[in-house]
């Protein structure tokens, strides 16, 4: 018997599905993509098309799991028709992001409450130090509402790394709308340990009576919040403050938080010069001084991302060039392309602009997790250079001593 045509089928299956998982490799989420910047190892962790109820993915953020290499990030997948709200998931790496776990929901616009159904949006994590437990803090919205702009706190925990979830009852002392999308601090007020989570609405576009201001939540168990404090508005000019950043500054006790900024009663303009403002308190978070500009950090409304790490670092990550839809030199496509950032050692003053991730495409809404001294692990929402939000982006930046 002649084994020869047998041998050669063998063979060409064996082709056939190499070259089958090669296309896979090449498309899924260890593809090489050309860029400009610092930020290393990038790689895609989830697409838009891994959701088919979904046309956008959206505001991921990243937090460091209890155990070495160990990381968890929450994004948002947009439901279709709908706009900043859907379903709120969480994929874990155990090797530092090399590979990523199939995600796992969170909060799942199809699961009603009784005869009512809500959407999801902009997922917060942490974790006490030392501690297990992670928590997940999202806005929930009714479905049927025209955007998230009048969600409600919620939240969830997980107890074995971010594989399974469970949603929590708060006992909420404020009730108001809000809009999420920075993380808790720790800190102390009057000696008592608390938690601050910086939250703003936009309630002026539907009500006359509505604001557009920021103010900072806080909590003594993670479980029952209120209202602490709003960040006072400019004497001068009022500026829509939002999406601010809380992170140790100073002396001990003292805290900062940077805002992304746009025109208070135009919200499609920048403030002239387009800047972040800021504010800082030097008592925990109770009071806070009257927001200022920052001269040297740009913002052209979009989400920043400002911390410090465990050096004394300061660090602001922002997207350049025009507001997210204006076109000028250098942005033919529009905003929120290019990430750049700046860094500030302890008692120095901010860096030169530097190149975060420029690779001719959409990007936005970074978020960054310290996992040793000055080294970070970043994730951000990526498009192509005119879509935006169809896949979000990973990668390791170790900030130079």
Do not use: C
């Given at each position: 018997m002649n084994s020869t045509p047998i041998l050669f089928k063998h063979i060409k299956l064996f082709t056939f599905i190499f070259l089958i998982t090669a296309l896979v490799s090449t498309n899924g989420y260890g593809e090489e993509i050309e860029y400009e910047g610092d930020v290393m190892d990038v790689r895609t962790i989830r697409r838009i098309e891994q959701h088919p109820h979904a046309w956008r993915v959206w505001q991921p953020f990243i937090i460091k799991g209890q155990k070495k290499n160990h990381l968890i990030v929450a994004f948002g997948a947009m439901v279709n028709g709908k706009k900043d709200m859907g379903d709120i998931l969480a994929t874990v790496s155990k090797n530092d992001g090399d590979t990523w776990e199939e995600p796992i929901p969170i909060f799942d616009h199809r699961q009603r409450k009784g005869e009512l159904q809500f959407a999801y949006a902009n997922p917060v994590l942490y974790k006490i130090p030392g501690q297990e437990v992670i928590w997940c803090y999202a806005m929930r919205n009714p479905i049927a509402s025209?955007?998230?702009?009048?969600?409600?706190?919620?939240?969830?925990?997980?107890?074995?790394?971010?594989?399974?979830?469970?949603?929590?009852?708060?006992?909420?002392?404020?009730t108001g709308p809000l809009i999420l999308n920075a993380g808790v601090v720790e800190t102390e007020i009057k000696g008592e340990k608390r938690y601050l989570l910086p939250a703003h609405r936009n309630t002026l576009a539907a009500d006359p009576r509505g604001s557009r201001d920021h103010f900072i939540l806080s909590s003594s168990s993670l479980l029952e919040w209120k209202l602490e404090a709003f960040i006072p508005q400019p004497t001068e000019a009022r500026v829509f403050l939002h999406e601010g950043n809380i992170a140790p500054w100073g002396k001990k006790g003292e805290l900062k938080i940077v805002m992304r900024t746009a025109d208070y009663d135009d919200t499609s303009l920048t403030t002239n010069p387009p800047r972040a403002y800021s504010s800082v308190s030097t008592d925990g978070g109770r009071n806070w001084?009257?927001?200022?500009?920052?001269?040297?950090?740009?913002?052209?409304k979009s989400k920043g991302y400002f911390g410090q790490s465990s050096n004394g670092t300061h660090i602001y990550v922002y997207n350049d060039g025009p507001a997210q839809r204006g076109k000028a030199p250098g942005f033919p496509n529009g905003g929120r392309t290019s990430l750049r950032y700046k860094i500030k050692p302890a008692g120095e003053g901010w860096s030169d602009e530097m190149t975060f991730y420029?690779?001719?495409?959409?990007?936005?809404y970074p978020t960054l997790a310290e996992v040793a001294p000055g080294d970070f692990r970043c994730v951000w929402d990526s498009g192509t250079a005119n879509t935006p939000r169809t896949h979000i982006h990973f990668g390791k930046l170790k900030l130079k001593p």
């Open positions: 025209e955007n998230s702009e009048e969600s409600h706190l919620v939240a969830a925990f997980t107890a074995d790394g971010g594989f399974s979830w469970t949603p929590v009852e708060m006992a909420m002392r404020y001084s009257v927001a200022q500009p920052e001269p040297d950090l740009h913002n052209a420029h690779a001719g495409i959409k990007n936005s």
